[in-house]
């Protein structure tokens, strides 16, 4: 089967001062022709690496890939170069230069490709195309560097973390732009720390988390693997205004609950049928005489399987990332 | 003919972003001219320096002084021997003369001026005091566009302006490229690396073409500075010199990864090259024993030839060894660039 994009037991080591870090530990990815696939995971978990070892511009310390069913060297890393579109984390392209003008000196170097003006009005930038790219908003700095990416045509286009920092307005109109891909049968690489991004956009997701895959599969699958659909907080209300005093376990026990959890001063249960968990625990609220304080359902989303999985939130920034 | 060509894309960039920041054009341009100018002003002939002479006073000061104030070319005051000897001193005389038993003269024989003064004082005094003469003699005074200072600044300005753009115009774009992460996009790219190197070196000789223009122009027009030598000569060997500092730019720039870093090292490279190469005065005023270091500047070569051509008429096959010297700089510079440049 053909893999537009494929790595087994990828290792990179970055010797950073006697101490070795290593920010891949050993991934095996397979990405599909024509799917969106997208590596989920805290900063720092290594999903850039990944990437830009994928990408050519880092060289894995063991392991190997795979691109459009080529390896980079030589001959091949130009052919792959030709075929694949880019989107670094941050990049900060000519100032002094228009829009049309970044897009046309980016269109030369491949041999074949869309033209500029065409790919200017696939990221709606064409009132923009005569702008200098310096006086453009993060939004559509953004936008312009996913056309420098499309404007190859790519068979494959990698994102690394294009919605980073955006508003959720020019959140929404990157993810157009992506989900075009996947309806043109073109594969899409992304990463992300955004669940719902990842939720949305995904057919498959691999959750990263020090540099190893914790989790692959659908985002529906995930979901489902941490059993249950819904997610049931609360908060108790304490005489003395202290924060949990009965232990999450007390809750376990509750009909269709899969997962009991203390989680900041409240509650969180993992529920497949809240219309029978939600009556079991007001009734054993009142018969233990806690009151409660807050209580919400909602939908479970990838945050609880990364959470479920780690034991943390995605976005916690004091992760001890090495 | 494809439609998009990288090295067209490449060049028109360089040369669009160069021309859209009024900052680049004046310090590439609009500094150097004003230099040029100002120097110009400031060092064009002057009328015949007179000679501050004190005269230390005695019954036959007065004297003196008349015989002084006849022949001209002095200005003589007589003043209390005490305050002759420190402004002496203070190098606001160049001489004293106290008439005793026999002429004196208190004077710096170091000093220029003051040696000078010493021969001229005697000539007139002996003269005026009935020294004849053993032989008539005749002057002819000849001060020529040619033999001026602002003949020699002229080409020396060409060459360091020829230098600092190179250096400035290859090192600091390549440097503020790698910092914004954008060699790194461009790596990423089917972009080949020589036809971005090509647009790199081609932008600068378009830009050495101004450059060119402005100062030689400024010393012609202005200055009534004369062109001995051919033209085409002349923009030969500013390409050449262009060429060489771009590959020594590309080489600075081959690592560095912060702009400080950058412009430190430009200066490292630049600052012997301003002191020895001959700039705004001769480089062979320093010892022989610096001679070697100083004839191996790329620098001191690309300012002989300018000079050669434009002040002595010289051809550019007087100038093979110098271009050689020259090429040898580009050349190694940009093998050594190629091999260490990273592009991340």
């Known amino acids: 089967m053909a893999f537009a994009a494929y790595c087994r037991d990828l290792y990179k080591r970055y010797d950073a001062r006697k101490k070795a870090v290593d920010a891949v530990n050993g991934i095996t990815l397979e990405v599909h022709e024509g799917e969106c696939f997208g590596l989920l995971g805290p900063n720092g978990a290594g999903k850039t690496t990944t990437v830009e070892i994928f990408e050519g511009l880092l060289t894995q310390t063991s392991g190997h890939v795979e691109v459009l069913g080529r390896q980079w060297s030589g001959r091949d890393a130009d052919e792959i170069r030709q075929r694949i579109g880019i989107s670094l984390q941050d990049t900060k392209l000519n100032d002094k230069l228009t829009v049309l003008e970044t897009l046309t000196l980016f269109r030369s170097f491949y041999r074949t490709g869309r033209e500029p003006e065409s790919t200017i009005d696939m990221v709606s930038l064409d009132e923009k195309a005569n702008a200098f790219v310096g006086k453009l908003s993060g939004g559509q700095k953004q936008r312009l560097a996913v056309a420098c990416a499309l404007v190859g045509d790519p068979e494959l286009l990698f994102l690394d973390e294009p919605t980073t920092g955006l508003d959720p307005q020019s959140r929404r109109e990157l993810w157009d732009i992506i989900r075009e891909q996947r309806d043109r049968a073109r594969t899409t690489l992304i990463t992300t720390h955004y669940m719902d991004e990842a939720q949305r956009l995904c057919d498959r997701v691999a959750v990263v988390d020090h540099g190893k895959v914790i989790a692959l599969g659908s985002p529906d699958e995930l979901i489902r693997q941490i059993g249950g659909e819904h997610v049931i907080e609360f908060d108790l209300i304490h005489s003395d205004g202290q924060g949990s005093v009965v232990g999450a376990d007390l809750f376990q026990g509750l009909p269709s609950v899969n997962a009991a959890r203390a989680e900041g001063g409240g509650y969180s249960l993992t529920v497949s049928e809240p219309h029978r968990a939600l009556p079991a625990l007001i009734t054993l609220l009142q018969s233990r005489q806690l009151e409660l304080g807050r209580l919400a359902t909602r939908h479970v989303s990838l945050e609880d399987v990364f959470v479920t999985l780690t034991g943390r939130h995605l976005r916690d920034e004091e992760i001890s990332s090495n | ?344």
């Open chain 2, 1 to 344: 003919m494809k439609k998009y060509h990288p090295i067209k894309e490449l060049l028109l960039g360089r040369m669009r972003t160069f021309y859209r920041e009024p900052e680049a054009i004046f310090w590439t341009y609009g500094f150097p001219l004003i230099l040029t100018i100002l120097l110009g002003i400031a060092f064009r002939n002057r009328p015949q320096e007179v000679i501050d002479v004190d005269i230390a006073d005695g019954p036959a000061a007065a004297g003196i002084k008349s015989h002084l104030d006849d022949a001209g070319g002095f200005v003589a005051h007589v003043r209390p021997t005490a305050e002759c000897t420190e402004r002496l001193r203070l190098g606001k005389s160049a001489i004293v003369v106290e008439r005793g038993d026999k002429l004196e003269y208190a004077f710096d024989p170091t000093r220029p001026d003051s040696a000078l003064a010493r021969a001229r004082l005697d000539d007139v005094l002996q003269r005026a005091l009935g020294r004849a003469d053993a032989v008539a003699t005749a002057d002819r005074e000849i001060t020529e566009p040619g033999a001026r200072y602002i003949d020699f600044l002229v080409p020396g300005l060409l060459g360091m302006n020829l230098m600092g753009g190179g250096l400035w115009g290859i090192g600091f774009v390549v440097t503020d490229m790698r910092v914004r992460n954008l060699l790194r996009r461009l790596v990423a790219t089917p972009m080949r690396k020589p036809h971005f190197l090509l647009a790199l070196i081609g932008g600068r000789l378009v830009f050495t073409i101004p450059e060119l223009l402005f100062i030689l122009g400024a010393g012609v027009f202005l200055f009534d500075v004369r062109v001995s030598g051919g033209w085409l000569a002349i923009v030969v060997i500013a390409f050449v010199g262009s060429v060489s500092f771009a590959g020594l730019g590309l080489l600075i720039a081959s690592r560095a990864k912060r702009i400080e870093t950058i412009s430190g090292l430009m200066n490292l490279v630049m600052l012997p090259m301003w002191l020895f190469s001959g700039i705004f005065f001769s480089s062979e005023k320093f010892p022989d024993a610096f001679q070697p270091f100083i004839q191996a500047l790329p620098l001191t070569q690309l300012n002989d030839a300018l000079r050669s051509i434009i002040l002595e008429g010289g051809t550019l096959a007087d100038q093979a060894m110098r271009l050689l010297i020259l090429m040898a700089w580009g050349g190694l510079s940009f093998l050594l660039a190629l091999k260490w440049f990273r592009w991340t």
